[in-house]
Nanobody, 122 residues
Framework: QVHLVESGGGLVQAGGSLRLSCAAS????????MGWFRQAPGKEREFVAR???????AYEDSVKGRFTISRDNVKNKLYLQMNSLKPEDTAVYYC????????????????WGQGTQVTVSS
């Protein structure tokens, strides 16, 4: 079992930045691929970014060049640096853990945090 807790969300103006963190506890953090997903009101949960056990990364097209996912296997933490934020980035952001290295679908992830709200004002 892996227990995940997100933090770092908040209200920011368009063009601003936020850094989300996800603290993991339980089984060996480095054994999991980690992902960030988001869900806006009335929409399905969507993939944002993921980082594999060997730190290869992938991003959803709309966040490429603006968001950066990273992990610290010593501190058991996952990060999402979000720059040049847009109102359409407004959503609840979730971190998740998967044993599959190239996971990008929500169903590929077995462990989820409770989410953190990100609101971008125009």
């Amino acid at each position: 079992q892996v227990h995940l807790v997100e933090s770092g969300g908040g209200l920011v103006q368009a063009g601003g930045s936020l850094r989300l963190s996800c603290a993991a506890s339980g089984r060996t953090f480095s054994a999991y691929a980690m992902g960030w997903f988001r869900q806006a009101p009335g929409k399905e949960r969507e993939f944002v970014a993921r980082i594999s056990q060997i730190s290869s990364t992938a991003y959803e097209d709309s966040v490429k060049g603006r968001f950066t996912i990273s992990r610290d296997n010593v501190k058991n933490k996952l990060y999402l640096q979000m720059n040049s934020l847009k109102p359409e980035d407004t959503a609840v952001y979730y971190c998740a853990a998967s044993v599959r290295p190239a996971a990008w679908r929500p169903n590929d992830y077995g462990y989820w945090g409770q989410g953190t709200q990100v609101t971008v004002s125009s």
